[in-house]
């Protein structure tokens, strides 16, 4: 029996829709059955394609990861970048955070997982120079927000960046719950509002 992702992935597709769809499926299966226990070939199998056509798109497992950890490094320096050109109005601080936490597809919370259950592999990529663009864009982020407090006190930092990362928190609470990818996002962002009414003043 063909799976949905094979019959996709036979379809005519552009190759930035491939692409896509290979790195989907890699991570898919990096979580489910762990980042060394997966194959390139099993990675083509999923997709129904020869690990030839794989090789066209990524050479190794780690060429997949680094793409993705490079476009999210893109999307928080971007997002840095959105909120220095902002006027510093009072509604600021709230519509950076919630930026942040919708930006958030499944895919991405996906990769929430996977780092999280290969810290190794994690360690490995972001140790290399420039390899942790996301982390340090998002500590730029969070200095940028604090400059935005009304209180920046101590308290109110840890709080302010508790609601910056109720996505990773939400991420990792949901998968004993059997919540949807939708669900488990406005979970985060009710968290991250309820935190934000509370430092706001």
């Given at each position: 029996?063909?799976?949905?992702?094979?019959?996709?992935?036979?379809?005519?597709?552009?190759?930035?829709?491939?692409?896509?769809?290979?790195?989907?499926?890699?991570?898919?299966?990096?979580?489910?059955?762990?980042?060394e226990?997966?194959?390139?070939?099993?990675?083509?199998?999923?997709?129904?394609?020869?690990?030839?056509?794989?090789?066209?798109?990524?050479?190794?497992?780690?060429?997949?990861?680094q793409?993705?950890?490079?476009?999210?490094g893109?999307?928080?320096?971007?997002?840095?970048?959105?909120l220095r050109?902002?006027?510093?109005?009072?509604?600021?601080?709230?519509?950076?955070?919630?930026?942040w936490?919708?930006?958030?597809?499944?895919?991405?919370?996906?990769?929430?997982?996977?780092?999280?259950?290969?810290?190794?592999?994690?360690?490995?990529?972001?140790?290399?120079?420039?390899?942790?663009?996301?982390?340090?864009?998002?500590?730029?982020?969070?200095?940028?927000?604090?400059?935005?407090?009304?209180?920046?006190?101590?308290?109110?930092v840890?709080?302010?960046?508790?609601?910056?990362?109720?996505i990773?928190?939400?991420?990792?609470?949901?998968?004993?719950?059997?919540?949807?990818?939708?669900?488990?996002?406005?979970?985060?962002?009710?968290?991250?509002?309820?935190i934000?009414?509370?430092?706001?003043?």
């Amino acid at each position: 029996m063909t799976t949905p992702s094979r019959a996709r992935a036979t379809g005519r597709r552009d190759g930035a829709e491939t692409h896509a769809l290979v790195r989907r499926t890699a991570l898919r299966l990096f979580t489910e059955q762990g980042y060394e226990a997966t194959s390139l070939r099993q990675i083509a199998d999923e997709l129904g394609i020869n690990k030839a056509s794989l090789y066209y798109y990524f050479d190794s497992k780690e060429a997949i990861l680094q793409s993705l950890f490079d476009e999210r490094g893109t999307e928080a320096e971007q997002l840095l970048t959105w909120l220095r050109e902002q006027p510093r109005t009072p509604d600021l601080l709230a519509a950076a955070v919630l930026r942040w936490v919708d930006s958030f597809s499944a895919e991405k919370l996906q990769g929430i997982r996977f780092m999280n259950a290969n810290p190794l592999v994690t360690r490995t990529l972001t140790s290399r120079p420039g390899g942790d663009r996301i982390g340090a864009s998002l500590r730029d982020f969070g200095d940028e927000l604090t400059a935005l407090l009304p209180d920046p006190s101590p308290q109110n930092v840890v709080l302010l960046r508790m609601a910056v990362l109720s996505i990773n928190a939400a991420a990792l609470a949901a998968p004993a719950t059997g919540t949807s990818d939708e669900a488990v996002v406005a979970a985060a962002r009710r968290t991250a509002r309820a935190i934000l009414a509370e430092i706001s003043g």
